[in-house]
């Protein structure tokens, strides 16, 4: 299921103080540390390694991104894979790309960021609501021990589908419903990963959260300011939020009734 990638020798590097014209995100991360960090990787590493390094140096690492196993991770899945053919050129800049149907595959440093402030573990099972693409299901497949992902779009389940199967991430299962509502039968997860924005928190999705465990949503009305946030659920009853920035993302489309 892990990428192939060759082994190279990372340093961290200073936070970028702003975010590129392509993207909508105000996010501005902290200056990080710098110790070594290493990604692993083997000897036959794809055409594609050398600009999947550049984009975890520059857009991830560069970016204030720390955990070094969200790093590895952002450095072995083959975003290219994940993005149409026409767009293959930019599958490792640093800004979302259109998918079709109106939806988008994130920028690689908001994967990140969502990744990394989850928590996840190596025994932990995740939600994802919006597979979009599977690019995100897919970091965090490299990462957890169950990714379930839920998208509305049955064309993206399909497609989203295949390529995770080709990939190797067997330990993702894709299914075709309304995110807002979760997935109940799987419920409870470590952590959840909203990667569309509602316009308030689903209670559902709250109710579905393991204690103790992170969900990383986007909120906020279409096309406006909408706000990244960390929601922790500390008890049967109460949530605490952590507000980790602004964010423009697509809305969480809804099931008509």
């Known amino acids: ?8 020798l990372v340093w961290l ?12 995100p105000t996010i501005v991360a902290n200056e990080p540390a710098k ?14 390694a050398p600009l999947r390094y550049e ?34 050129d930019q599958a490792y800049d640093n800004h979302p790309l259109p998918i079709g149907y109106g939806q988008t595959i994130s920028q690689p440093y908001i994967v990140a960021l969502m990744t990394q402030s989850a928590e996840v573990g190596a025994e932990d099972k995740v939600l994802e ?7 995100q299901a897919a970091v965090l497949a490299e990462l957890v021990g169950q990714v379930y ?34 997935w109940s039968e799987q419920a409870p997860f470590d952590a959840i990963v909203v990667t569309a924005a509602p316009d308030h928190v689903p209670q559902p999705l709250v109710q579905q959260l393991k204690i103790g465990g992170h969900m990383i949503i986007p909120v906020g009305p279409v096309g406006g300011f909408q706000t990244l946030w960390r929601v922790t659920r500390v008890s049967e009853e109460e949530v605490q939020t952590e507000n980790l920035g602004s964010v423009s993302f697509v809305p969480l489309t809804r099931e008509e009734r």
């Open 149 to 182: 992902s839920v998208e509305i779009i049955s064309a993206l389940v399909e497609q989203s589908q295949t390529d995770l199967a080709q990939l190797g991430y067997d330990n993702v299962t894709v299914r075709h419903a309304d995110g807002y509502f979760g």
């Open 55 to 88: 984009m975890v140096e520059q857009g991830v690492i560069g970016w204030g991104i720390t955990d070094e196993a969200v790093i590895e991770a952002m450095g072995t899945v083959p975003r290219h894979e994940f993005v149409p053919a026409h767009f293959v």
């Open 129 to 135: 609501v919006g597979t979009g693409s599977g690019y």
């Open 35 to 48: 110790p070594t960090v290493l990604i692993s990787t083997a000897e036959n590493a794809d055409a594609y």
């Open 1 to 8: 299921m892990k990428g192939l990638l060759f082994l190279v």
């Open 13 to 24: 590097v200073t936070a970028c103080s702003s975010v590129p014209p392509e993207t909508t």
